[in-house]
C-alpha cells in the first residue's frame, strides 16, 4: 500500500480542509478501518498535535462535515422566511447542498461515497441521516404547530431524506458533479406532495 507524498514547499495540510480532503483520498482508497491517522498525518505532512488540534479522532474527520452541513441545513431553515412549508424545506436542502459543495468543491461526493459505501460506517451513518432528518421534521413541526415526532413531520424528514440520498447515489455512481437545478427537480415531487397533505390538514403555511 502506497501512501500519497506530501507536495513539496508548504505542507499540503496547512488548514483543517486541506487535511481532512487528504484524509477521504486515502479514506475512499483503503476504507476505514485501514485508514490509520499514522498514514493520514504522513500523507498530510503533519504531526499528532496538529492533527488532534483539528479533528480529535479519526471520526471527528469523518463525521465533521457531515455535522457542518446538518448546521447549515438548520440555518438555511431558518433564513427561509415565510414560503409555503414544502417549498421551504425544498429551498433549505438545495441552498445547504450548494454551501456544502463550496466548502469542499471537487471532494464533496468523494466524502459522501465514503460514508455510503463503507461497511464498518453503516451504523454510525444511519445515526447521522436520522439527525439530518430531524431538523426537516423538527422545522416542519414548528411550522404546523405540531410535535416534531408526530406521524407527518417525521413523515416528511424520512421522505425528503430518503430523495436526497436518492440523489446523492446517482451523483455518486454515475461519477457526476453536483447539480443544484437537478436536486431541486428531483426533490420537488416529494415537497409537493406533501405540501398537498399540509393543506389538506388545513395547517398554517
Known amino acids: 500500500m502506497t501512501t500519497p507524498r506530501p507536495r513539496r514547499g508548504r505542507p499540503p495540510a496547512s488548514s483543517r480542509e486541506a487535511l481532512e480532503e487528504i484524509a477521504f483520498e486515502l479514506l475512499l482508497r483503503d476504507g476505514y478501518e485501514a485508514t490509520t491517522l499514522q498514514a493520514i498525518m504522513a500523507a498530510g505532512g503533519v504531526g499528532r498535535s496538529t492533527l488532534f488540534r483539528y479533528f480529535g479522532s479519526k471520526a471527528g474527520i469523518v463525521w465533521g462535515e457531515f455535522d457542518r452541513a446538518v448546521e447549515r441545513l ?30 469542499a468543491p471537487g471532494s464533496w461526493l468523494d466524502r459522501f461515497r465514503v460514508l455510503d459505501r463503507d461497511s464498518a460506517l453503516v451504523a454510525e451513518t444511519a445515526v447521522h441521516w436520522r439527525a439530518w432528518a430531524e431538523v426537516v421534521s423538527g422545522y416542519v413541526g414548528a411550522r404546523t404547530g405540531t410535535e416534531p415526532s408526530a406521524p407527518v413531520p417525521a413523515a416528511v424528514g424520512g421522505a425528503v431524506q430518503a430523495a436526497y440520498v436518492s440523489v446523492l447515489r446517482h451523483w455518486a455512481a454515475a461519477e457526476q458533479p453536483v447539480d443544484i437545478d437537478e436536486l431541486d427537480d428531483a426533490l420537488r415531487p416529494v415537497t409537493d406532495a406533501f405540501q398537498t397533505v399540509l393543506d389538506g390538514m388545513s395547517l398554517p403555511r
Open 74 to 103: 438548520r440555518s438555511a431553515l431558518d433564513d427561509v422566511g415565510d414560503a409555503p412549508v414544502m417549498a421551504a424545506v425544498r429551498s433549505a436542502v438545495v441552498r445547504s447542498t450548494h454551501l456544502s459543495e463550496e466548502a
